[in-house]
C-alpha cells in the first residue's frame, strides 16, 4: 500500500505540492497524471526522500519512510539521466543487485523477463532511448518490490516491449505489488487502471474512472460517412472508415449509417476514458 498525508514541498517561493494527500491499496494500479511542469515527478521524488519534501508523511509498504528500509521494499523508475554512459546495462544492474544483496543471477533472470538481455554487455551510452527504458525498469523491478513507482515508463518503447513492461507490471500488481504510474499516455494508462490520480494547483484530485460511465465507441464502417448529419452528432474521425462517437450519440449514429447504406464493419467499446475527465479537470484543451 502507499498513504501520502499533507505532503507539501516549494521550491524557493514556488509552492508546487501544496498539500498531498492519498491512499492507495495493495496490489492495485494507479495512475498520476498531470500537465507538464504540475509536478509529478516531485511528487514521486519525494515519496522517495530524493527530494526533501517540506511536511507530510509517507507510510509505503505498511511502513513509515525510512530510508534505510524502504528502499529494499520500493522499486522506483526514474528518467535516463540517472544512467551512467561509459558503463553497461549489465554494471548498471549488479551495482542494484549488490545494493539489494541479491546474488548476480537476479541480473540475468530480470534482464530475461524485462528483454534486455541481448544488449547487456553494450555501454548505455550507445543505448536508444526504448533501449535505456528497459534498463530503468529492469533496474526498479530486479528486488520484486512490494511498492513500484514509475515516472514515464512508456516513453520511447516499441509495441513489443510496451506489452511486455504492461504485463509485467500487471503480474506484479497481481503478486500483491502496488503500483503508482506517472505518466502522460492516457490511453495506456486507460487500459492499466481504472484509479486516477490527477495532480491540479498541488492537490490530488482522485477520480475512478468505473464512476464516469461516458464511455465511448470506435465504429468502423465501410465507406467514409459524409454529410452534416453526422457533425451534428459530434463524431471525432479517426481515419476515412473509423470514427469515435459517444455513447448519448451511438443509435443516431447507428440509425444514420443505416440510412446511408453504410455497413458497420466492428463496434468496439473504449474501455476507460480518462480524456474527458483531463480536459474536464485542467480546462485547457
Ligand atoms: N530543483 C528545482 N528547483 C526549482 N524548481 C524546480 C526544481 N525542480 C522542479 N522545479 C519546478 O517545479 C515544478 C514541477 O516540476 P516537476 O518536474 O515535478 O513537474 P512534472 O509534473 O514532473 O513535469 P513533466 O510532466 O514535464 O515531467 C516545475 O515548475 C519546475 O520548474
Known amino acids: ?22 491512499e492507495i491499496g495493495q496490489g492495485e494500479i494507479a495512475g498520476l497524471v498531470g500537465p507538464n511542469g504540475v509536478g509529478k515527478t516531485t511528487l514521486l521524488s519525494c515519496m522517495m526522500g530524493l527530494i526533501k519534501a517540506d511536511s507530510g508523511t509517507v507510510t509505503m509498504a505498511d511502513e513509515l519512510f525510512t530510508k534505510t528500509d524502504m528502499y529494499k521494499k520500493v522499486g522506483f523508475m526514474q528518467d535516463n539521466s540517472v544512467l551512467y554512459p561509459h558503463l553497461t546495462g549489465y554494471d548498471h544492474l549488479s551495482y542494484v543487485a549488490y545494493a539489494q544483496n541479491l546474488s548476480l543471477d537476479a541480473v540475468e533472470e530480470v534482464s530475461k523477463h524485462v528483454g534486455n538481455d541481448s544488449y547487456l554487455y553494450q555501454k548505455v551510452g550507445e543505448y536508444s532511448l526504448g533501449m535505456k527504458q528497459h534498463l530503468l525498469f529492469a533496474s526498479a523491478i530486479i528486488h520484486k518490490p512490494k511498492v513500484l513507482l514509475l515516472d514515464e515508463p512508456f516513453n520511447g518503447l516499441d509495441p513489443t516491449s510496451l506489452i511486455r513492461i504492461r504485463e509485467i507490471i500487471r503480474e506484479l500488481a497481481a503478486q500483491g505489488t502496488t503500483v503508482l504510474l506517472s505518466s502522460h499516455n492516457l490511453n495506456e494508462l486507460d487500459r492499466m487502471t481504472r484509479h486516477i490520480y490527477f495532480l491540479k494547483d498541488g492537490e490530488i484530485i482522485y477520480r475512478d474512472l468505473a464512476d464516469h460511465h461516458n464511455f465511448s465507441y470506435v465504429l468502423t464502417v465501410t465507406k467514409q460517412p459524409v454529410g452534416q448529419q453526422y457533425e451534428d452528432i459530434q463524431v471525432e474521425v479517426i481515419n476515412d472508415t473509423q470514427f469515435i462517437v459517444d455513447k448519448a450519440n451511438l443509435n443516431q449514429a447507428i440509425s444514420l449509417l443505416n440510412q446511408d447504406d453504410n455497413p458497420i464493419v466492428d463496434i468496439e467499446r473504449t474501455q476507460f476514458s480518462s480524456e474527458n475527465l483531463y480536459r474536464e479537470i485542467y480546462q485547457e484543451v
Open 1 to 22: 500500500m502507499i498513504s501520502v498525508q499533507g505532503l507539501t514541498k516549494s521550491y524557493h517561493d514556488k509552492k508546487v505540492l501544496a498539500d498531498i494527500n492519498f
